[in-house]
């Protein structure tokens, strides 16, 4: 087995898959009603930001600890996301169509931070 060498938080498959999620977050709340700018779709934006930016900040941190800390914190941030795409579908803003590739990314990103941070516990 080939290994790969991590040079950059860029260089994390779970850091790129969260980039295109906060992408896709972005893409699914534009058609959100209006009257939503500063409640739901700040709050979902916000949080999809949030995920990436954790995940580099922990990774450019010097201590092991650390970067599982902020690790935690993208994982935080990636629940209170799903709960908020359930209200939103709940609500029924966009289409059910249109939430299919955000829940996937979601799922995905979800899953591989849930691996890291268990594997930099020991």
């Given at each position: 087995?080939?290994?790969?060498?991590?040079?950059?938080?860029?260089?994390?498959?779970?850091?790129?898959?969260?980039?295109?999620?906060?992408?896709?977050?972005?893409?699914l709340t534009e058609f959100f009603p209006r009257a939503?700018?500063?409640?739901?779709?700040?709050?979902?934006?916000?949080?999809?930001?949030?995920?990436?930016?954790?995940?580099?900040?922990?990774?450019?941190?010097?201590?092991?600890?650390?970067?599982?800390?902020f690790l935690i914190i993208a994982f935080g941030s990636?629940?209170e996301l799903e709960t908020l795409i359930e209200i939103?579908?709940?609500?029924?803003?966009?289409?059910?169509?249109?939430?299919?590739?955000?829940?996937?990314?979601?799922?995905?990103?979800?899953?591989?931070?849930?691996?890291?941070?268990?594997?930099?516990?020991?």
């Open positions: 087995m080939e290994k790969i060498i991590v040079k950059s938080h860029k260089d994390l498959i779970v850091w790129q898959k969260s980039m295109d999620l906060a992408i896709a977050v972005y893409e939503e700018l500063y409640g739901i779709i700040s709050q979902m934006r916000r949080c999809a930001i949030s995920i990436p930016s954790n995940i580099a900040e922990g990774r450019r941190r010097g201590t092991r600890k650390d970067y599982r800390q990636g629940a939103a579908k709940r609500l029924q803003f966009g289409k059910k169509a249109d939430y299919k590739k955000v829940d996937t990314l979601l799922n995905e990103v979800m899953k591989m931070l849930n691996r890291m941070t268990v594997a930099l516990k020991s």
